[in-house]
């Protein structure tokens, strides 16, 4: 081996999300309440932790309540109580208000900032005494045998050609005698972990979402905390999965995005475009008029819900959170449920490493997981999502009677596809007409992207890795007509021209990549393989 | 040989513009919450300075000095996670303005408090105020010479030559140890805080500071900030009369006299 610096650790956690810190949180507690000698490692990506969690979010305290019954006097930043809930179908001109329903009520959740309520995690966390390391990507696997043995951070100073720079740094190695996978939707690591251990192979593809959010300030009597506002319909048709959120914090700020289904069909479809159209709404449009735009940002959700659960213990490590995709589609909530995993895990994780010290399958996990809450809020979900491939209307009408008739027991259960093989070839599709942004409501992609304060050093390899550096053009061009010019929601793919012969090619602009994930999954041909880019890359959310 | 590395906390000058916004009663920049502060990136290089002697001279002792709030704790976590030895928190109310004058007496009381020193290395300026007065300041208070803008510093023996940015150019300049010297961007891109010294950071040597413990005056601004505002850009779009091109030729040509630009 080379002279790559080691260092070992009970637990190593790769990801400072809900579903980390609540394993590290709950590893710590238990160490310290039987004055255990436990030593917990947390790697985030982020500069700091809330850096890059974007979520809506309305959240339920379930899992909070368990971890810190105290969570109010301990001061966590869920102060906006979810009051009033609406739930609207859109047409191009009128909103009509529905029943909401029973799944997207939230009488007893709170609406807040996920990167806020993070942070406070995270402060818990290393008061509890886990280390926590920020600005560090974990960018390679370790693996001896069959065995995860720990992760590697990621090198600094490498050019864009390849070579070391004078500011070169190698990774480090972080051993661990169980790593804990937190990284979220769609993780860099946890995808190569599918590919080296078979552990979807009972499990459906995975279906995602890509959520797309802005966070404003406005000075409004239609402003009133606490409401809960989300609307299907319009601007998408509806054929196409997908509606807004509109929430409504204290301090005069609103929380507002759109989530498209990434199982849409038509190529030119941008769901930055219809997230920006929505916001025109004649009953949208009145709550920004007067407003300032603070924050924007966008991150994939996973979709599958139950029938996609991977396997989530394998020797050496385990899966938690929205990485192996628990969250619930129907209520749109995944922070509990990621909490919760995490605490589970760490209870299992405990419990094993009390008496054993080499690095296995904690079976105990899933087995407690399958007993848990969890299961049983996301078994009752699990044909809400999958029967809205019947349409908008038809999956509302199905979703009425599977929640009201069967209570969510009915006796089958319906399956997903691969989301990067439902794009139809452009041929059968008419390009888009979006509007023109006003500047007002509405902005275009580029200034939009300015306020993610997404950075990376650019004398560093592309970290959007083409597998082949023909399909872009040769298929995601000439069949699709480039999507993925559209569905990045930061601008980062480009069709150029050469300006003399005219041929076609595809600028990869990886400085403005917000770690939304989106081209890994809806990437046709899978060709896009997203990678950590040198650590202290991408963006820097307030409050998101 | 022992380093003081003096920096600031600021708002991250990276972030976009339309996060902030000016508390006109207080003439203080507010960002949205949940925005986290940063090192500002001046200071940053001149901590990248001290490190290069360091990597020369392994034996050198870096300090890293703010007067800050609280929450300034956080930029000397990241000169401690970047390779200095030591850090000081004179730590005042979050809110309180110090002008260049208060900061730079405050630092002279720190400064003497600290005791021996061989050099200290500030910032060419802050990157919030960019005032570019408290290195000077300092110096003049503790009577040792002052060299600003260094691209390249070097310590030779008791002696130190620096490489200072001009209009044109570079001048090279020598002085007698101790001096203070400020640092300018062209001394190179500052390096990351690497994982290794980011683990020990925490089990540096920290100290906090309060103003009672530095000196019994009051430390008090000089001056007095009026007024802190964002200038309003107007633009206005006006079609020119006239229906041949010579004609709005002419008229564009009134215009411009009118609003006396030619
Ligand atoms: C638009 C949108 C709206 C949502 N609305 C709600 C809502 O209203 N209520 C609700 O409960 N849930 C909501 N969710 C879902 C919720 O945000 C997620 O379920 C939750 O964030 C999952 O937590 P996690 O810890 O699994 O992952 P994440 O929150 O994604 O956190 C993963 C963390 O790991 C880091 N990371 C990833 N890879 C690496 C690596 N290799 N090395 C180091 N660090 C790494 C990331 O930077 C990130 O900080 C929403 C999601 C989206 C996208
Ligand atoms: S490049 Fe990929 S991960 Fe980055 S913002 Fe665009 S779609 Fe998201």
């Known amino acids: 081996m080379s002279d790559t610096e080691s260092l070992s650790f009970d637990v190593v956690v790769v990801g400072g999300g809900p579903s980390g810190l609540a394993t590290a949180i709950r590893l710590k507690q238990l160490a310290n309440e039987q004055s255990l000698d436990l030593s917990v490692c947390l790697l985030e990506k982020g500069a700091t932790i809330g850096a890059h969690i974007l979520s809506g979010a309305v959240i339920d305290p379930r899992a909070l309540f368990e971890l810190f019954p105290d969570w109010q006097s301990r001061g966590a930043p869920l102060t906006t109580a979810a009051t009033d809930d609406r739930f609207m179908l859109l047409t191009e001109s009128k909103a009509f208000r529905m029943p909401t329903p029973p799944q997207?009520?939230?009488?007893?959740?709170?609406?807040?900032?996920?990167?806020?309520?993070?942070?406070?995690?995270?402060?818990?966390?290393?008061?509890l005494g886990v280390e926590i390391y920020p600005g560090f990507p974990a960018a390679r696997l370790l693996i001896e045998g069959e065995t995860v043995v720990g992760v590697m951070t990621g090198e600094v100073g490498i050019g864009r050609d390849g070579n070391k720079t004078d500011q070169y740094q190698p990774g480090m190695e972080l051993r661990a005698k169980q790593t804990v996978f937190a990284e979220g939707c769609r993780g860099s690591l946890t995808k190569e972990l599918f590919e080296r251990f078979p552990l979807r192979r009972n499990a459906d593809p995975q279906t995602y979402g890509i959520g797309i959010k802005e966070l404003w300030e406005v000075d409004n009597p239609l402003h009133t905390p606490g409401?809960?506002?989300?609307?299907?319909?319009?601007?998408?048709?509806?054929?196409?999965?997908?509606?807004s959120f509109l929430y409504h914090l204290h301090e005069n700020k609103i929380a507002v995005g759109f989530v498209v289904g990434l199982d849409y069909r038509n190529p030119y479809l941008s769901p930055f475009d219809e997230f920006q159209r929505f916001k025109t709404h004649p009953a949208i449009r009145p709550m920004f008029e007067n407003g300032r735009r603070i924050g924007y940002g966008a991150r994939a959700l996973s979709e599958g819900g139950f029938q996609s659960i991977p396997e989530i213990a394998f020797a050496g490590g385990v899966l938690v959170g929205d990485g192996a995709g628990f969250l619930n589609v129907p209520k749109i909530k995944g922070t509990h449920t990621a909490m919760?995993?995490?605490?589970?895990?760490?209870?299992?994780?405990?419990?094993?490493?009390?008496?054993?010290?080499?690095?296995?399958?904690i079976s105990q996990y899933p087995a407690r997981l399958k007993s848990s809450w969890i299961w049983d809020e996301l078994y009752k979900a699990r044909n809400i999502r999958p029967s809205f491939n019947f349409g908008l209307y038809g999956g509302l009408l199905y979703s009425a009677v599977d929640t009201y008739l069967f209570r969510g027991r009915a006796p089958w259960t319906f399956h997903h596809h691969a989301d990067h093989l439902q794009l139809d070839p452009k041929e059968k599709h008419a390009p888009i007409a979006y509007p023109k942004p006003d500047g007002i409501v509405s902005f275009d992609k580029m200034s939009s992207v300015a306020l993610s304060n997404t950075n990376h050093e650019r004398n560093q390899p592309v970290h959007l890795k083409l597998q082949d550096a023909s399909v872009p053009i040769d298929i995601n061009l000439n069949l699709y007509d480039a999507p993925e010019q559209r569905y990045c929601p930061a601008g980062v793919y480009e069709i150029i021209r050469n300006s003399e012969s005219g041929l076609p090619s595809l600028l990869i602009n990886a400085e403005n990549c917000v770690h939304c994930k989106t081209c890994?999954?809806?990437d046709p041909k899978q060709n896009i393989v997203w990678t950590v880019p040198e650590p202290g890359g991408g963006p820097i959310y307030p409050d998101m | 040989m022992h380093i003081v590395v003096c920096v600031k906390q600021v708002h991250d000058p990276e972030v976009a513009p339309a996060l902030f916004t000016i508390n006109e009663a207080t003439n203080a920049v507010v960002s949205v919450a949940g925005l986290a502060q940063v090192i500002s990136p001046y200071d940053e290089q001149a901590i990248e300075a001290a490190l290069r002697m360091k990597d020369k001279k392994p034996d050198t002792k870096i300090t890293v000095l703010t007067i800050g709030a609280a929450s300034a704790r956080e930029v000397l976590k990241h000169a401690l996670s970047m390779g200095a030895d030591e850090a000081i928190l004179?730590?005042?109310s979050a809110g309180v303005l110090l002008d260049?004058?208060?900061?730079?007496?405050?630092?002279?009381?720190a400064v003497n408090k600290i005791g021996?020193?061989?050099?200290?290395?500030?910032?060419?300026?802050?990157?919030?105020?960019?005032?570019?007065?408290v290195g000077n300041g300092l110096a003049e208070l503790l009577h040792i010479p002052a060299i600003t803008f260094a691209k390249r510093i070097e310590v030779v023996e008791s002696k130190v030559v620096v490489d200072r940015v001009v209009d044109n150019g570079s001048e090279k300049i020598e002085t007698t140890l101790p001096a203070l010297i400020t640092v300018s961007n062209e001394i190179g891109a500052a390096r990351k805080p690497n994982l290794r010294e980011t683990m020990r950071a925490s089990r540096k040597p920290t100290q906090s500071w309060t103003q009672a413990d530095l000196s019994k005056e009051p430390m008090e601004a000089t001056e007095e900030l009026i007024k802190l505002f964002i200038p309003k850009k107007e633009k206005h779009c006006e079609f020119l009369a006239g229906t041949s091109a010579a004609e709005q030729a002419s008229l564009l040509v009134r215009k411009l006299r009118d609003a006396r630009l030619i």
């Open chain 1, 520 to 522: 890994d999954i809806k």
């Open chain 1, 340 to 361: 919760k995993s995490g605490m589970i895990a760490a209870e299992a994780i405990f419990d094993y490493l009390r008496s054993n010290s080499e690095q296995s399958v």
């Open chain 2, 90 to 92: 004179v730590n005042i």
């Open chain 1, 104 to 127: 997207m009520e939230n009488h007893g959740n709170y609406i807040a900032s996920l990167g806020a309520l993070c942070r406070w995690l995270g402060e818990q966390a290393e008061a």
């Open chain 1, 227 to 243: 409401t809960v506002m989300h609307t299907i319909g319009w601007p998408l048709d509806s054929s196409t999965y997908g509606g």
């Open chain 2, 100 to 109: 260049s004058y208060a900061t730079a007496k405050f630092l002279h009381e």
């Open chain 2, 116 to 133: 021996s020193f061989d050099l200290i290395l500030a910032g060419r300026q802050s990157a919030d105020l960019d005032a570019g007065v």
